[in-house]
């Protein structure tokens, strides 16, 4: 069964940094999407990053470009959100997903919520104050 366990979360001043991870566990492809999604109160989920394992492409949201960068271990089967110059916006409910059995992750647009998205994390809180 798969399973994600986002940890990293936390509370930070405006221009912080945090470095989330996605440990997963109970699949061995390498044809996997592992997405990072956010949603704040009161707001639609969105997609922020995602990175294809087997081929190591990554994608990224808009508005976090420049800011944030997703990465893996694939020893540790885990996937980093680096979350650089942070700022109030990015205040959100973290969670981290995985879309099986696939080539690319596919860009991420705004409105995008990752529906295809077979599996997800708990998810971690991000608190960034101003």
């Known amino acids: 069964q798969v399973q994600l366990v986002e940890s990293g979360g936390g509370s930070v001043q405006a221009g912080g940094s945090l470095r989330l991870a996605c440990a997963g566990s109970g699949y061995t492809s390498s044809r996997i999407c592992i997405g990072w999604f956010r949603q704040a109160p009161g707001k639609e989920r969105e997609g922020v990053a995602s990175?294809?394992?087997?081929?190591?492409?990554?994608y990224y949201a808009d508005s976090v470009k420049g800011r944030f960068t997703i990465s893996r271990d694939n020893a540790k089967n885990t996937v980093y959100l680096q979350m650089n110059s942070l700022k109030p916006e990015d205040t959100a409910m973290y969670h981290c997903a995985a879309d099986l059995f696939v080539f690319s992750c596919g860009n991420i647009y705004p409105g995008y919520r990752g529906s295809n998205f077979d599996y997800w994390g708990q998810g971690t809180q991000v608190t960034v104050s101003s």
């Open positions: 990175m294809h394992i087997g081929s190591g492409s990554t």
